[in-house]
């Protein structure tokens, strides 16, 4: 299965949210917090559940989530999707060959041919019996193309009342397929299928044509279910196969478990909140199906369950292993915990306890004592080795894996090893932000109270400053982190990004971490360009503290200054007018675009400030020749000048303002 769109109106932080066009392979999402990264896995979480027949109270829980709290406004989520997978083709497929092959259908279709005098040559259930394997070993899946890329829909309309379907996307013939389980019948759906069927008259007998013409003359409908028939049938037996059920007469299979069954196998979910495994089970439940996985709490018993499984999932399980220890360096296993195993057994309702051991350098222990780092890439390890053209979405998966082992998870995920997943990824990390691989990313953040979305436009930049940029994120994790920034103070050099976070905090009593404001360096005063036109991109409120030549150069020609002159090539619209003014007009007007100096004239610097000049010598004694260091030192040792705070406190307000004016 894949994702190609995601639309989302009404729900949570979200008022109206489009998605078009994700990444074939990775889709990476970050941001600040509070700005909807984990509510849109939250959204892909509520569709499977809305799409679940057994999950009431999540689908009650999901009632509650309408954006701002209003029990008013209807939610609607929506995915386009394609289906990919054989699997899923055949499962589909079948299913409308099943629905076709009940009894009921075969009976009033026989029926209404007898009245018109039509005789048939066998019994009716020689002629299901037949029709069915006809359409089980004869019909293909590729007939049906056109229904494995549509358009899924969840919606809810008050008073607990969720509803679903399945539809064509708007460039495409139109179909439409009820899910709900109180609407089992969809005319256009099945009357496509039946036109296709009787353009195939070389693939069945005289009779079963007949049957067919009978089948689409029906004026009742026909129920999309697959119900228990007492004679052996090809299409329910294969529908039992790929669906893994047993057919009973007690219970029949409509599409909304159709589309669970697809759901549940190919949109893999994780949640951001781990629970520790846990290891004892009643031996009753231990093999009960299907297992969620999401938090981690059922780790044990899934692993437990690969290893001992068919071939395929001892494949699958071995899998695991090998991706584990090539993120970690180590193996595991899984099995029985015989200390705990053996007092229950005797028991009446005896229960099982299960170990998960990794190696270490001189015994094997428990994953408890094998370090949080661990236990997370066992985590992530279970949830992708062992899925093929799966979407599988990871939710902070890297909360507690150390540098190291962050580069080894995104490598799998960019090379997939072999495999043709999908990936939605939320993080923090900068070290899972591929330079690459930059336009797969988009940053999340909040526009007038609700969830907003923005990518990279690769189209907006030309090739050598594209290839600038992509420079300057493999350079260093600092420009990456500069994506999980609420805002961002641009300066020239290391003097001010070393000294400014400290002197803030001095001053007033808050870091500027706590405020999630980063203080990042340009390293020129020439270079402001290409990090205002990255943060513009990315919609991150910034700010700029300068010299003043960076602002004052050209004053003397009459010419525009230099820091207009990056801002245009940024892309920065509506800058103030240069010409015949002094350099204070100038340093005034500039702050209303968010450009700030404690420069007087345009040949004054931050390191000529008193604190800087006269503590340089023993700063450089104390700590050395770097300059960030130094500027570390002096601000830990000497109050924020006056002047510095007033400037600092000018840049806090102007970016303040900027998300003010993106809240309301």
Request: proline letters at 3%; a negative charge.
């Amino acid at each position: 299965m894949r994702i190609d769109g995601i639309h989302i109106k009404n729900f949570l932080s979200f008022d109206t949210f489009e998605w078009t066009n994700l990444d074939p392979d990775l889709n990476l999402i970050v941001g600040p917090n509070s700005s909807g990264k984990t509510n849109l896995i939250h959204a892909l979480q509520a569709i499977k559940d809305v799409v679940n027949p057994d999950s009431e109270q999540q689908k009650s829980l999901w009632s509650q989530s309408a954006y701002r709290g209003s029990n008013q406004v209807p939610i609607e989520i929506s995915l386009d999707i394609q289906f990919t997978e054989a699997w899923e083709k055949e499962l589909l497929s079948t299913f409308l060959a099943a629905s076709l092959c009940n009894n009921s259908v075969i009976r009033d279709a026989i029926n209404a041919l007898s009245s018109g005098g039509n005789i048939f040559s066998s019994e009716m259930s020689v002629e299901q019996t037949q029709l069915s394997a006809t359409l089980q070993n004869k019909f293909s899946p590729d007939n049906l193309e056109w229904l494995f890329t549509g358009h899924l829909v969840v919606a809810y309309k008050g008073i607990n009342t969720w509803t679903s379907w399945y539809e064509s996307r708007s460039n495409a013939q139109p179909f439409r397929l009820s899910l709900d389980g109180s609407s089992f019948y969809d005319d256009s759906v099945m009357k496509r299928y039946l036109q296709i069927l009787l353009t195939k008259q070389e693939l069945f007998t005289p009779d079963s044509q007949m049957l067919l013409r009978g089948i689409s003359s029906l004026r009742s409908g026909i129920a999309l279910r697959v119900e228990y028939e007492p004679i052996s049938l090809a299409t329910h037996q294969a529908f039992e196969q790929l669906a893994s059920v047993n057919l009973t007469s007690t219970r029949f299979f409509g599409a909304l478990f159709v589309f669970h069954t697809l759901l549940e196998r190919s949109l893999v979910l994780s949640e951001n909140t781990r629970i520790h495994p846990q290891s004892t089970f009643s031996y009753v439940k231990l093999r009960n199906k299907p297992i969620n996985i999401s938090n981690g709490e059922q780790m044990a018993r899934y692993l437990f369950l690969k290893k001992n499984g068919s071939q395929t999932e001892r494949t699958q399980y071995k899998s695991i292993q090998k991706l584990f220890c090539k993120i970690t360096g180590r193996s595991f296993d899984v099995g029985f915990d015989p200390l705990v195993t053996s007092t229950q057994l005797n028991t009446d309702n005896p229960d099982i306890a299960l170990s998960i051991r990794v190696s270490n350098n001189w015994v094997d222990i428990p994953l408890a004592f094998s370090g949080a780092g661990r236990a997370e890439a066992l985590f992530i390890s279970t949830l992708i080795a062992d899925g093929n053209d799966q979407v599988i979405l990871l939710d902070e998966p890297a909360l507690n894996m150390h540098i190291t082992m962050q580069k080894m998870l995104l490598d799998e995920i960019l090379t997939h090893n072999g495999k043709s997943n999908q990936f939605i990824l939320v993080t923090h990390s900068p070290t899972l932000v591929p330079p690459d691989a930059i336009t797969k990313v988009s940053r999340f953040f909040t526009r007038q109270g609700h969830s907003c979305r923005v990518a990279l436009d690769r189209g907006s930049m030309g090739t050598e400053e594209f290839a600038s940029l992509e420079k300057e994120l493999r350079r260093s994790t600092d420009v990456r982190a500069l994506l999980f920034s609420r805002g961002v103070i641009l300066v020239e050099g290391e003097t001010e990004q070393g000294a400014f976070p400290v002197w803030y905090e001095k001053r007033f009593n808050r870091s500027l971490e706590q405020e999630n404001i980063t203080v990042f360096s340009v390293n020129s005063d020439t270079n402001f360009d290409k990090y205002v036109r990255f943060l513009q991109q990315f919609e991150i409120p910034w700010a700029i503290i300068c010299d003043g030549k960076v602002i004052g150069d050209r004053i003397a020609s009459n010419t525009v200054s230099r820091i207009i002159r990056q801002l245009r090539k940024a892309g920065v619209s509506e800058l103030p007018d240069c010409t015949n003014k002094d350099f204070p007009t100038l340093c005034k007007e500039f702050e209303a675009y968010g450009i700030f100096t404690l420069a007087q004239t345009e040949s004054d610097e931050i390191e000529a400030l008193e604190v800087f000049l006269t503590n340089d010598q023993e700063a450089k004694e104390q700590v050395g020749d770097s300059k960030v260091r130094k500027s570390q030192y002096i601000a830990t040792t000497h109050d924020c000048p006056d002047e510095v705070a007033t400037l600092l406190e000018k840049a806090m307000q102007y970016l303040d303002k900027q998300e003010s004016d993106n809240l309301t």
